[in-house]
């Protein structure tokens, strides 16, 4: 094989090395971005569920949804909260 031969080997291994770590890229972010739409229609089902069974909606019936399908959601509204409360009045 000629040096010609070889560099345009190494060109196209080079070109498709990048388009298959691109297309890896594109799909890892694709699969966030269901995962994130996945909560948000258990929420809405959530909320649903409630208004049907109850034949109400109260704002704690979505507060309850809320903390049910993002865990997590009453500790940081605490610590947000308790950050508030600690920070120095700006002056």
Do not use: W
Not at 44 to 73: H, M, P
Not at 80 to 90: Q, R
């Amino acid at each position: 094989m000629s040096d010609k031969d070889q560099t345009t080997k190494t060109t196209h291994k080079k070109v498709i090395i990048s388009i298959a770590a691109i297309l890896a890229i594109i799909f890892v972010y694709q699969t966030g971005i269901l995962a994130d739409a996945e909560a948000l229609t258990r929420y809405y089902n959530c909320t649903s569920r409630v208004a049907n069974k109850n034949g109400t909606l109260s704002l704690q019936n979505i507060e309850n949804c809320y903390d049910q399908v993002f865990k997590g959601a009453k500790q940081a509204e605490k610590d947000e909260a308790d950050a508030m409360k600690t920070a120095s009045p700006l002056q």
